[in-house]
């Protein structure tokens, strides 16, 4: 589904990806970790064709996307949720989903993946008609996932969707997202919530000054030292 080659991201002259290659199987739930500053944000915007790669190569269905404009992506079927909302604080809550619905092989079905969005967030269908920056953050949350479903992608994307939510919010988050894979969208979570979205996930990676430094099941990366030490401040090698 999809293949990243040794994909390299420069901000300026400075190196914020090297080397990077990854892949994933269709409706696979995989995620990404690592400490703050390790390039996940820069990954996944690389990945949603916001960053332009100085190297390597983004495919998805063996279709070469490293070069394509960002839209490209979404005909694609790569949806991108990003860190922070960037919902329209002035337009309506149904306007901003309706946003997420105009790709080609989405128009059809607005009404009924706008249907399955209330259906997965229910306060979204009570709050259609209310400007969405009159919203909680939990809500805001809500709407930006339901934006993105609303162009019907076959790979999610998620920056910190946990960003500045209380616990409970978090729970009810991280249920979605599963639900969200179980009807058969593959999901690339990047989460700062190291436990939850091991948890939950199929495979994981571990990024770190960005290089991936481990890949597998989500129980190694857990026990990983270079986790435990970013995570826990544990050391790498016991004293001795």
């Known amino acids: 589904m999809l293949d990243v080659a040794d994909l390299r991201v420069d901000y300026g002259a400075a190196p914020a990806l090297s080397d990077v290659s990854l892949a994933m199987r269709e409706g696979e739930l995989a995620c990404v970790v690592g400490p703050n500053g390790a390039g996940k944000t820069t990954l ?21 996307l490293t070069r394509v404009p ?4 979404c005909d694609a079927g790569i949806a991108l949720v ?3 909302r960037r919902l ?8 901003n989903l309706e946003v997420g619905g105009y790709a080609r092989h989405a128009r ?26 009159a919203l909680s953050g939990g809500q805001q949350q809500m709407v930006a996932i339901g934006r993105a479903l609303m162009a019907k992608p076959r790979l999610l994307l998620l920056d910190e969707p946990s960003l500045g939510l209380a616990p409970l919010m978090v729970q009810v988050m991280f249920r979605a997202i599963r639900e969200v894979n179980a009807a058969g969208t593959a999901v690339l979570l990047v989460e700062q919530n190291v436990a939850m979205a091991l948890e939950i996930a ?5 990024l770190e000054e960005g290089h991936i430094v481990a890949a597998g099941e989500p129980e190694e990366i857990f026990r ?10 544990e050391a790498q090698d016991p004293p001795g």
Not at 202 to 206: K, T
Not at 224 to 233: D, F, K, N, Q, V
């Open 202 to 206: 199929d495979r994981a990676w571990l």
């Open 44 to 64: 996944i915007n690389a990945l949603s064709g916001l960053l332009r790669a100085r190297a390597g190569c983004i495919r998805m269905d063996g279709r070469d």
């Open 70 to 73: 960002p839209h490209r992506f």
């Open 108 to 133: 059809s079905a607005r009404a009924q993946t706008l249907d399955y969005v209330c259906t997965l967030f229910p306060p979204v269908r009570e709050k259609l008609d209310a400007p969405a920056g």
């Open 88 to 95: 329209f604080a002035r337009m309506s809550v149904r306007e």
């Open 82 to 84: 990003p860190e922070g």
């Open 224 to 233: 990983h030292p270079h986790l435990r030490r970013a995570y826990l401040g």
